[in-house]
């Protein structure tokens, strides 16, 4: 690589810089070209040189050109999302495979089957043609192993990955699945991987026994280079010293792998710990770590496993841990989707006729946090219809303009959205479907502009509420109001004044191109939002958790009272209970409920009755 050095840096910062070198044990030599100063230096692959451009006495770091010349970055800067069937690996959801080591019998896969389509699992896995330590190992059922494996995907929605040894199995593997295995055994068999990179298949490829990062992603390069860009990389453990886990998980694999290539990077905890306790506590760290998704052995009786028994979960430890790793998930940015399956299914028809594509209409532009909830919620293949207010979104779906709206309704640090709680009672349209955000509020500015010199602050003003803490140390600067952080933000980058910052989301500083001085301003990092999918109808037939109703209660000492006896008695648990005072009415409120019941099913109605005789008004919002 090439450091230039800045024309009036002092010795004791290129000194500083030769050390950092050494500490790296690179080699350098100087140049100086027409008065310039350079360092060239020699480099690794996957080194960050992240230290250097920091340096002080750094003005540019130019890195060697990619020896990934397809997987790596530079080439590619934008994520590469893998789809197998209506599943995306490496998009906003976190993708989760499950299922038995290896096909054993048509009862058994369907069995495990069931449980990883209940519990969340996103794509059944099992073996057909089993790679074995030993020869007189189980080998796999083969051909009658993959027939079992699509009749699975045909039950139950899931779409298949399994193992592929060898090129021979090309033909009936294309025939019977949606994904193929490459595992780790033959991370280095090149004619497999020219093979898989010849298919019209995605590939998931598993780290090498003891391969390296640069080993593995230049096998990756082979599938690529030879036309099938679909692929997502597994880490699954490497062989150390270590005995007491069946190999040693390496999880800074993930940071490493996502900053050298655009591919998906997934977890297997399962073969890399080799022991069922193991499991959950790594695959919890990986999501953490940045996964995009994790592959799981799971079997209904282990013990009777034909592989791997003693390292499959039991289906509702599995289930356990997608409860886990759905609350970890939005800390990171991300989003476990127990409906994915019903939900691409229903989202592919649109109720506004042929040739429409699919919409959800948000406020705002790309930047606002209600177009990443869209994207966590429905996937990349809705189109985002971009309108100026909350009100919009309602018109939008109400006129049929939009399938789906999506609202905030609750902020954890600032309490409710009441104008879109009021507009739920007027409008008739239904709460279906509820995603939470974690919401980082970055300050931005152009690079021209330091912190000492900001003296304007841009953002909407429940966003000025939400980083008070932050602002109050800044008690100089002027904040103007904008309609949202994107707008923020662009205001910004148009205005280029050099006193001009903005608080705005990670995702509009990048997209304007913006500097960030300082990330995570909100009060409290625990700053969630919840948000809204509202449309005329229900997503999908599927069971509901939760609904949303509001009502008005007579004015008589003890209503209110009667009202939550009724849901008391019936054990239903509320989980919001927030009243607001009746537009035009003085000191008259309404309560906003949300329960953990669907008020719609048949078994919930004689609760519902006694609701609507106990109360003046009632509407339900919606079950999701
Ligand atoms: C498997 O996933 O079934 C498997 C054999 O894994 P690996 O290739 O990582 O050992
Ligand atoms: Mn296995």
């Known amino acids: 690589m090439i450091i230039v050095l800045k024309k009036d840096l002092a010795d004791t910062e290129k000194q500083e810089i030769l050390l950092a070198l050494r500490a790296e044990g690179l080699p350098c030599t100087e140049m100086q070209p027409r008065g310039g100063a350079l360092l060239v230096a020699g480099s690794r692959p996957g080194l960050d040189v992240g230290f250097l451009q920091t340096m002080s006495g750094v003005s540019e770091v130019i890195p060697d050109k990619s020896v990934f010349r397809l997987t790596g970055r530079e080439q590619h800067p934008e994520d590469t999302i893998v789809k197998v069937g209506s599943v995306a690996i490496g998009g906003e959801r976190i993708a989760v495979i499950a299922g038995p080591c290896a096909v054993e019998s048509r009862e058994q896969a369907l069995t495990v089957a069931r449980a990883v389509r209940r519990f969340g699992g996103v794509i059944f896995r099992g073996g057909a043609f089993k790679p074995r330590s030993s020869p007189y190992s189980f080998q796999g059922l083969g051909e009658e192993g993959l027939k079992i494996l699509?009749?699975?995907?045909?039950?139950?929605?899931?779409?298949?990955?399994?193992?592929?040894?060898?090129?021979?199995?090309?033909?009936?593997?294309?025939?019977?699945?949606?994904?193929?295995?490459?595992?780790?055994?033959?991370?280095?068999?090149?004619?497999?991987?020219?093979?898989?990179?010849?298919?019209?298949?995605?590939?998931?490829?598993?780290?090498?026994?003891?391969?390296?990062?640069?080993?593995?992603?230049?096998?990756?390069?082979?599938?690529?280079?030879?036309?099938?860009?679909?692929?997502?990389?597994?880490?699954?453990?490497?062989?150390?010293?270590?005995?007491?886990?069946?190999?040693?998980?390496?999880?800074?694999?993930?940071?490493?792998?996502?900053?050298?290539?655009?591919?998906?990077?997934?977890?297997?905890?399962?073969?890399?710990?080799?022991?069922?306790?193991?499991?959950?506590?790594?695959?919890?760290?990986?999501?953490?770590?940045?996964?995009?998704?994790?592959?799981?052995?799971?079997?209904?009786?282990?013990?009777?496993a034909v592989s791997d028994g003693q390292q499959s979960l039991y289906p509702e430890q599995f289930g356990d841990l997608m409860r886990d790793i759905y609350v970890i998930a939005p800390v990171?940015?991300?989003?476990?989707?127990?409906?994915?399956?019903?939900?691409?299914?229903?989202?592919?028809?649109?109720?506004?006729?042929?040739?429409?594509?699919?919409?959800?209409?948000?406020?705002?532009?790309?930047?606002?946090?209600?177009?990443?909830?869209?994207?966590?919620?429905?996937?990349?293949?809705?189109?985002?219809?971009?309108?100026?207010?909350?009100?919009?979104?309602?018109?939008?779906?109400?006129?049929?303009?939009?399938?789906?709206?999506?609202?905030?309704?609750e902020h954890s640090l600032t309490g409710s959205v009441h104008e879109n709680y009021d507009m739920l009672i007027e409008y008739d349209l239904r709460i279906v479907g509820e995603i939470t955000l974690r919401i980082v509020h970055c300050l931005v500015s152009t690079p021209a502009t330091k912190l000492a010199g900001v003296r304007r602050v841009h953002s909407e003003p429940t966003v000025f509420r939400h980083c008070d803490r932050f602002l109050e140390t800044h008690p100089e600067w002027d904040r103007v109001a904008a309609q949202d952080v994107a707008r923020a933000a662009r205001r910004v980058k148009e205005r280029g004044e050099p006193g001009d910052a903005a608080i705005t989301t990670p995702e509009a500083a990048d997209l304007f191109g913006l500097q960030v001085l300082e990330e995570g301003v909100e009060t409290n990092p625990r700053n969630y939002t919840r948000f809204a999918v509202i449309a005329k109808n229900p997503i999908a037939d599927s069971p509901k958790r939760k609904s949303s109703i509001v009502y008005q209660v007579p004015d008589r000492p003890g209503a209110l009272l009667e009202t939550l006896k009724i849901f008391a008695d019936n054990k239903v648990n509320l989980v919001k209970l927030e009243s607001r005072p009746v537009a035009g009415r003085p000191w008259e409120y309404m309560f906003y409920v949300d329960l953990e019941a669907d008020v719609e099913a048949a078994d919930f109605s004689p609760v519902l009755e006694q609701l609507i005789t106990h109360t003046d008004y009632l509407k339900i919002l919606g079950s999701y």
């Open 150 to 304: 699509a009749e699975i995907r045909a039950e139950t929605g899931l779409p298949i990955v399994s193992e592929i040894t060898s090129p021979e199995q090309a033909e009936i593997m294309l025939k019977y699945v949606d994904m193929l295995q490459v595992g780790a055994r033959n991370m280095q068999n090149f004619e497999l991987l020219k093979c898989v990179g010849r298919l019209d298949r995605p590939v998931m490829l598993k780290r090498g026994l003891s391969a390296t990062i640069e080993e593995w992603l230049m096998s990756a390069e082979y599938i690529l280079s030879e036309g099938n860009g679909q692929v997502v990389i597994c880490e699954r453990g490497i062989r150390t010293y270590e005995p007491y886990t069946r190999n040693t998980l390496d999880l800074s694999a993930i940071p490493v792998v996502k900053k050298l290539t655009h591919l998906p990077i997934i977890v297997d905890p399962s073969h890399a710990t080799g022991m069922r306790e193991k499991v959950a506590p790594m695959a919890r760290a990986a999501v953490a770590a940045g996964a995009d998704g994790l592959m799981i052995e799971v079997h209904h009786d282990p013990a009777r």
């Open 332 to 409: 990171v940015g991300k989003q476990v989707d127990f409906h994915y399956l019903e939900k691409a299914k229903a989202v592919s028809v649109t109720e506004r006729g042929a040739g429409a594509r699919r919409s959800v209409a948000i406020a705002g532009e790309p930047g606002v946090p209600d177009h990443k909830a869209s994207l966590q919620y429905f996937g990349e293949e809705l189109e985002a219809v971009e309108t100026d207010s909350y009100r919009e979104v309602f018109e939008s779906v109400s006129g049929e303009d939009s399938d789906y709206g999506l609202i905030p309704l």
